[in-house]
T-cell receptor, first 110, second 116 residues
Framework: GENVEQHPSTLSVQEGDSAVIKCTYS??????FPWYKQELGKGPQLIID?????GEKKDQRIAVTLNKTAKHFSLHITETQPEDSAVYFC?????????FGKGTSLLVTP | GAVVSQHPSRVICKSGTSVKIECRSL??????MFWYRQFPKKSLMLMAT?????????EQGVEKDKFLINHASLTLSTLTVTSAHPEDSSFYIC????????????FGDGTRLSIL
């Protein structure tokens, strides 16, 4: 089955710096790659997604890149703010189901 | 848009009780709903996938008689934890998606289940 690896598991940055989270996947049939932000005690919130027919997508301070040949995709957050602190999960689809990475705990310090 | 409401947010009950959790898509029709379980500081573990009007598909190792899933309409799915025991204590989260393998899954805010 699909195996999604996510790194790093924890990331601490200073406010204003950039944060990058990287994921790899194993199933070459995967064609949908969402990123979720989860705050304590809440459900995951979709922040950006990318489909296999594009290599990059940007939404304000958040961008995602996809390299289908290498089977890896990355989340980039620029100008980080304390409210960006949360756990971030990448995922890759297998049919209708999503396979999640183990999460990255991001801490943005003022 | 794409709001998913999950109730209750927290349940504390005695061992042997059955607990029902509801998941509703408020502003879109959810062809498929998913139920996950999440342990502290861990990733989401898919329990089952349900399509409106048909039986749920359970992941390996998930007891279908223990975790009853009903998806009676395009906006409502329920998960019933039958005869719950302390080991069933966890954070249960649902998600809902429209038709298609590239449709985003939108998550509810989860249910914290504590069995005494």
């Amino acid at each position: 089955g699909e195996n999604v690896e996510q790194h790093p598991s924890t990331l601490s940055v200073q406010e204003g710096d950039s944060a990058v989270i990287k994921c790899t996947y194993s199933d070459s049939a995967s064609n949908y790659f969402p990123w979720y932000k989860q705050e304590l005690g809440k459900g995951p919130q979709l922040i950006i997604d990318i489909r296999s027919n594009v290599g990059e997508k940007k939404d304000q301070r958040i961008a995602v890149t996809l390299n289908k040949t290498a089977k890896h995709f990355s989340l980039h957050i620029t100008e980080t703010q304390p409210e960006d602190s949360a756990v971030y999960f990448c995922a890759a689809n297998t049919g209708y189901a999503l396979n999640f990475g183990k999460g990255t705990s991001l801490l943005v310090t003022p | 848009g794409a709001v998913v409401s999950q109730h209750p947010s927290r349940v504390i009950c005695k061992s042997g009780t059955s607990v029902k959790i509801e998941c509703r898509s408020l502003d879109f029709q959810a062809t498929t709903m998913f139920w996950y379980r999440q342990f502290p500081k861990k990733s989401l573990m898919l329990m089952a996938t349900s399509n409106e009007g048909s039986k749920a598909t359970y992941e390996q190792g998930v007891e279908k008689d223990k975790f009853l899933i009903n998806h009676a309409s395009l906006t409502l799915s329920t998960l019933t934890v039958t005869s719950a025991h302390p080991e069933d204590s966890s954070f249960y989260i649902c998600s809902a998606a429209g038709q298609g393998t590239e449709e985003p899954q939108h998550f509810g805010d989860g249910t914290r289940l504590s069995i005494l």
